[in-house]
């Protein structure tokens, strides 16, 4: 199948909006407490009425926008039944000449909850956020809750961050949204997130799927045990095979790769569109000897540095692109795709003996710490005696400790999908930081759990109708890649799942911007997953989205380092 592009628009939602009354109306205590369901109709949640508070907040500004909104800000807090624990609730509720019958939830990122709610009035939508009982409203990062003390979990905590405290969070929005505007219309309910926050996302879709109607999901952070790890294993590659790169000659090797894969997808414009091809068609090997430079760090960190790229030096980035196997050789989990950045290998300078060395990653250094060992403490003190197996180790205490928390990798979405939800995601294809290849695993996982005795047609066409995944080309973690900076990035997102959910308007593709280079001002209508792009040679202002079973196929891995199946 070939589709072709050459710029996209989304459409606009449109809806009705009720004004039967004022901000001042509505935004009142009583009104809220009014609006709270009563108790005993939502399990396990006691509202506390007496708690609630309210505050207009005039003139306020949201993101990418000049428009000013009125809302009330309310507060309120719920304790579980039969506990004595107290967990606060923030919501932002727009003017009711604003609002537009819809909630949205937007997700944090590393171990935080999200705190910052006002995007959502740009959409017409309420929000609110939750402290999780742990402070969360206030900054406090779970991982500084996630012990009582050595060796002893909170699990309150664990649970509440993992999926829980979003959950009751929309579980009181939807009936408190209908008493507080006083409307019998469908509340629709959606959620936002990249990185952790797509994680987040997916927890609410796998847990609660029956209360969301549409998700847009960048990067989810899922798989904790292999995923934090894994940010270990780029430290280990070179401390294995005793070499430390210079930023300046990981860079070269990067910026040498991104020049040669580049014209792989059609069209030469700085950008890996397609980087299985650059897999499939690209040594590492054709670096050595290429020279580099950079001049000394702003801070002091590095010295000026010039030389040319080692056997040594592609040997690192050729382990790290290969991902983690056991020392017998089987594979235990994915890697970053070739192009992408070493950021989890960034290496130390040492000036007194003018030589880099090991700089221990911190995600993975504190996950194995806090989460594996139980210790209260933000890194590991060294790699001493630390194998591949040992990652390999401490991705299985991971996996199976928080297998029904923090791993978010449940495949059954039938809930959410026969509620008719929606849902978009989407990842950076030189992502750094989480391997897109994780996605796209996840992906292929929900498609053979609820399809599987679909052929490959059937069970393709089942997905797209409510599972859309796009890779993005050339894009870093959730944004932007200062290495390809002529790479499209999406855009109107959220309008595309609100037009797939309230009118029926699927996304074909998934508009995507150019900034900056020749090609700005360009929107690209990505290809959905598993079609991948290739430039017409042509014509530069146009590709078709294409069946390549050999590029996909390098996509596709099994994991037998583990007992238990990896979704």
Not at 6 to 29: F, G, M, N, R, Y
Not at 172 to 197: M, R
Request: aromatic letters at 12%.
């Amino acid at each position: 199948m070939r589709r072709s592009f050459h710029i996209a628009a989304s459409a606009l939602a449109v809806a009705t909006i009720a004004t039967a009354a004022t901000i001042e109306d509505l935004c009142t205590v009583s009104n809220v407490q009014a609006a709270l369901p009563v108790n005993g109709t939502l399990l396990g949640i006691d509202l506390i009425p007496s708690s609630v508070t309210t505050a207009i907040v005039y003139n306020a500004t949201a993101e990418e926008t000049t428009k000013l909104y009125d809302y009330c800000n309310v507060t309120l807090s719920y304790a579980h039944t039969g506990t004595t624990d107290i967990v606060k609730l923030n919501y932002i509720l727009p003017s009711p000449d604003v609002f537009l019958n819809r909630f949205l939830v937007t997700g944090g990122f590393a171990y935080q909850l999200n705190t910052d709610f006002l995007g959502s009035l740009v959409y017409g939508a309420a929000t609110g956020g939750t402290d999780g009982g742990y402070g969360a409203l206030e900054g406090t990062s779970f991982s500084s809750v996630l012990l009582k003390g050595n060796g002893s979990i909170n699990w309150d905590n664990t649970y509440m961050f993992a999926y829980q405290a979003l959950g009751e969070l929309t579980m009181v929005a939807k009936p408190l949204l209908q008493g507080f505007y006083a409307t019998s219309d469908k509340i629709y309910t959606y959620f936002e997130g990249c990185s952790d926050g797509g994680r987040q996302g997916l927890s609410q879709i796998q847990r609660y799927g029956d209360l969301y109607d549409g998700a847009i999901l960048g990067a989810p952070a899922i798989r904790y045990g292999q995923l934090q790890v894994s940010h270990l294993y780029s430290n280990l590659v070179e401390k294995t095979l005793d070499y430390y790169p210079s930023a300046c000659e990981l860079a070269k090797i990067v910026n040498a790769t991104i020049d040669a894969c580049d014209p792989l997808d059609g069209r030469t414009d700085g950008v890996i569109s397609r980087s299985d091809l650059c897999m499939l068609n690209f040594n590492l090997t054709s670096i050595v000897g290429e020279s580099y430079s950079c001049a000394a760090a702003s801070d002091g960190s590095s010295p000026a540095v010039e030389g040319s790229v080692s056997a040594e030096g592609v040997a690192v980035a050729q382990g790290i692109y290969d991902g983690l196997h056991t020392l017998d050789g089987d594979r235990a989990y994915v890697s970053y795709q070739v192009g992408s950045a070493f950021s989890d290998a960034a290496t130390l300078y040492n000036s007194d003996s003018d030589s880099w060395g090991l700089n221990i990653n911190r995600k993975g250094g504190e996950y194995v710490a806090k989460f594996v060992e139980l210790l209260n403490i933000d890194n590991l003190p060294d790699l001493d005696n630390v194998t591949y197996d040992t990652l390999v180790d401490w991705m299985t205490t991971g996996f199976e400790r928080y297998a029904d928390s923090l791993q978010t990798s449940l495949p059954d979405l039938t809930k959410f999908q026969s509620h008719g939800g929606k849902m978009i995601n989407y990842h950076g294809e030189s992502d750094p930081s989480i391997p897109t290849a994780s996605t796209i695993r996840y992906w292929q996982s929900v498609r053979s759990i609820m399809y599987p005795n679909e052929s490959e047609e059937d069970s393709l066409a089942a997905m797209s109708e409510w599972y859309r995944l796009y890779l993005v080309p050339g894009a870093d973690h959730c944004k932007r890649n200062t290495l390809q900076p002529w790479g499209p990035y999406p855009v109107g997102i959220v309008y595309a799942v609100i037009n797939w959910v309230e009118f029926g308007i699927a996304p074909e593709a998934l508009n995507a911007t150019i900034n900056y280079g020749p090609y700005a001002g360009e929107v690209q209508g990505l290809c959905a997953w598993p079609t991948r792009p290739l430039w017409r040679s042509d014509d530069n202002s146009t590709f078709d989205c294409v069946d390549d079973s050999a590029s996909v196929a390098t996509w596709d891995y099994s994991f037998p380092a583990f007992k238990l199946p990896v979704y």
